[in-house]
């Protein structure tokens, strides 16, 4: 996948990773938080004071579990128009949290290649998310 940015501009490569990073540690752990929340069919749930319209009905909460669920199907859906270097290194490093250093062993490149590949496949997520997810993702520089 070539990256193809708008209006040829360049992307800032770092600030775009350090986007996508933040974006799995804040909205994509949120969702998997919320995916993971068991079915509940018949109680009331709310830490609400009673009388209160926050309070949450099962209802609301199984459809937020079921909203949540298809968003992490759609970033997979992402990850998997991505190339297989591409898709491993967002997979293992924002996903599985393994660590800079054994994504790099595990794709058997030099740290200087591997740096390489993170920044392309930061990028390559960035420019997907942002063109079908409305996200802000990717960084251009001035």
């Given at each position: ?18 986007n ?38 099962v ?5 937020n579990?079921?909203n ?53 496949a ?21």
């Amino acid at each position: 996948m070539k990256l193809d940015p708008p209006d040829t501009k360049e992307v800032d490569y770092s600030q775009t990773r350090k986007n996508v990073a933040n974006w799995f540690d804040t909205e994509y752990s949120k969702y998997q938080r919320l995916a993971n929340i068991p079915v509940i069919s018949s109680v009331r749930l709310s830490l609400a004071p009673k009388g209160t319209a926050s309070a949450n009905s099962v209802e609301d909460m199984n459809v937020n579990r079921a909203n949540a669920k298809q968003v992490l199907e759609f970033v997979d859906a992402i990850l998997d128009t991505l190339d297989d270097r591409h898709k491993t290194i967002i997979r293992a490093l924002y996903i599985q949290g393994s660590q800079n250093w054994q994504v790099a062993e595990r794709l058997q490149y030099s740290r200087s290649r591997y740096g390489v590949l993170k920044k392309e496949a930061c990028a390559l997520f960035a420019q997907t998310m942002d063109m079908t997810a409305g996200t802000a993702l990717t960084v251009y520089k001035d």
